[in-house]
């Protein structure tokens, strides 16, 4: 059924009692053309674009959970194409173009909101830093503005502009970033790909890999042996798990991060903005509820619950950055499992095991990546060669000294 | 994620004092190993759900390097011991 002003008046007439299920429940069949793991963002993202964009509709997405468990359900839902380096810049570029057109695609409304995203700078150096990103973005077709002192603070004039150690010397906008539904996302995906043939398979966990003369053929789940000519891999912070089934062993560290909402405040932020002097970002949601988040807690956890000492932490980087928000009370904090990669980029990418592709290492950025994502994937695994703006993002890359180091930190997953 | 860290030299200690500095369970190569084994040691992590070894630095403290064992589905720490000590006795055994 196609969703319009039209169908919601007349189901509205009619008590809403004739609505259908957005996707089906199917049993799984005993063998699909292309398997993916992982019901989350990017795995019903590869499935939608697969069966609508690349004419592969014999998929199956198994989610060991219910949709949007996840992940996908667990970010702080901002979007942005704000990044410095060519191998990172034009992917996420493709996933705010996407990202622009996706409700009318898809046919669902995701709250798809171009509010705008100001990062913060307080020092000479940190200016430097944002106008050479902003010089990349202009360069690459995204668009950046250098806001001075003044014209942030006729944007957020409740910001703490003058704290001693860390003055507000301006800001980076970026016009085009901002906010969407996030489960609205998932659903969408869910029900576009469903409607184009796919079957969505949930509380179905994968728990073994089936290889016949090294290629693989299939999966152990929890509903049997389902067969495959491909699988593809997106199980996010499972990742090592689910590629341990098949003998990969992966450049990734599962860390968990934080999100946080408050009680409802009346209309006060109307941008994403973020602190430069500690890790903090915060939008408003539509419901008024702050939404915010900082830095993962920093060791190894496929817990998704965090610590209260980075719960002190974020609240503090809030305060020092809106002191107004000492008062606000938090309604709600959670955690996900990010897949922490060794150089803060993604992976999607063929493996050495033949039928095997990988999607993953999208340390705490992979929900404005999702769109992009499922299309480059899906791109991969049906024409077995990756997308144009994907190449960088090869997993032997490690081997060859090809990083894409976005922070320059080096190996350390806790750090990027 | 337990909130105290009980330090083998300074004893209970809040988790903000220490840093946190990755895998303990990885050897480091010889500097004339090749390639391959460097590669697997810097990148390559088993990322281990369950029980799992790390380096802590207790920065604000004693200031040594700490291994924690610990679960990462539960956060239970197993055991906390100085990484002097357990070099020693990885060494033996």
Known sequence: MRYSALSLLTKALGGNKGWSPAFRSPTPKPHYDVIIVGGGGHGLATAYYLSKVFGITNVAVLEKGYLGSGNIGRNTTIIRSNYLLPGNNPFYELSMKLWEGLEQDFNFNAMVSQRGIVNLFHSDGQRDAYTRRGNAMQLLGVGAELLDRDAVKTMLPFMDFDNARFPILGGLLHRRGGTVRHDAVAWGYARGADSHGVDIIQHCEVTGIRRENGKVTGVETSKGFIGCNRLALAAAGNSTVVADMAGLRLPIESHVLQAFVSEGLKPFIDCVVTFGAGHFYVSQSDKGGLVFGGDIDGYNSYAQRGNLATVEHVAEAGVAMIPSLSRVRVLRSWGGIMDMSMDGSPIIDRTHIDNLYLNAGWCYGGFKATPASGYCFAHLIARNAPHETARAFRLDRFETGRLIDEKGVGAQPNLH | ?93
């Open chain 2, 1 to 93: 994620m337990a909130s105290l860290i009980t330090c083998p030299h300074c004893g209970p200690r809040p988790k903000e004092e220490f840093s946190i500095r990755s895998d303990a369970s990885l050897t480091r190569p010889a500097p004339d190993a090749d390639a391959e084994t460097w590669h697997a040691y810097v990148y390559l992590r088993d990322n281990s759900r369950g029980r799992h070894r790390e380096y802590w630095h207790h920065a604000a403290g004693c200031r040594r390097w700490l291994v924690v064992e610990r679960d990462t589905q539960t956060h239970v720490v197993h055991s906390v011991t100085d990484a002097a000590d357990a070099t020693r006795t990885r060494g033996a055994a």
